[in-house]
């Protein structure tokens, strides 16, 4: 498991090898934060963490979220190029759903919700 520090400079490898593109409208940037984030529907029996989050609000601007300690909690046992990995795809997926926000998409959003109809049907 990579520290928070090893962690934010990884993410911020990671950040900086995006394109440009990606960063239009992100007015309010990419952020490691230490929390351990268990989305409001998680069931006790199953915990259900996120690791990741695009916000888009009037009052803040748009902004990615990304929680180092639902990884260390989900992902704690992984090898550091398995955990770079993970956080390499968790901010892409907060990034599409940046893009797909900008163009008027929803197909991500989708997606994730029909995941968590899954997640809520299997952990009953």
Do not use: C
């Not at 009052?59 to 979220?65: H, K, P, Q, T, V």
């Amino acid at each position: 498991m990579l520290s928070f520090d090893e962690t934010a400079a990884v993410l911020d490898n990671i950040a900086d090898s995006l394109p440009e593109d990606f960063y239009r409208h992100l007015n309010g940037g990419v952020y490691l934060l230490p929390d351990e984030r268990i989305h409001p529907k998680s069931r006790d029996s199953h915990k259900l963490y996120i690791l990741g989050e695009y916000h888009s609000r009037r009052d803040l601007g748009r902004y990615i979220n990304i929680y180092y300690g639902s990884f260390a909690r989900v992902y704690g046992h992984l090898t550091p190029e398995q955990w770079k990995e993970k956080l390499r795809k968790t901010l892409l997926h907060e990034f599409t759903h940046h893009l797909e926000i900008m163009a008027g998409e929803r197909g991500l959003e989708i997606k994730d919700e029909q995941g968590l109809e899954r997640y809520l049907r299997n952990s009953r």
